[in-house]
């Protein structure tokens, strides 16, 4: 059975994410599908997903799933606004103002 395992572009180079397709026996987790791809993927303190899904690490896998892994937020997209709207004021106003 194959599997693909994918890691956001923070962690490819120059923004490509990291892609890497993995066989792994029946009934395999997403503990061993990472497991297999030690070397190609560091994984051990990313959040684990199923096609864009968060999922336990002992969730079996089936035919064709797409693990992947999540990075934190470096910043909470709400706090970011924030941040440009004090750093140029008059932009923040918005159209008209």
Avoid: F
Avoid at 38 to 59: F, L, M, Q, Y
């Amino acid at each position: 059975m194959w599997c693909l395992l994918a890691v956001d572009s923070s962690a490819g180079a120059a923004g490509a994410p990291v892609v890497c397709a993995v066989q792994v026996p029946a009934g395999a987790t997403i503990e061993t599908a990472l497991e297999l791809a030690v070397g190609k993927i560091d994984w051990n303190h990313a959040v684990a997903g199923i096609w864009g899904s968060a999922r336990h690490r002992d969730t079996v896998l089936e035919e064709g799933d797409r693990v992947e892994l999540y990075r934190p937020l470096p910043l909470d997209p709400r706090q970011r606004r924030r941040q440009r709207a004090r750093a140029h004021p008059k932009r923040a106003q918005g159209p008209g103002a």
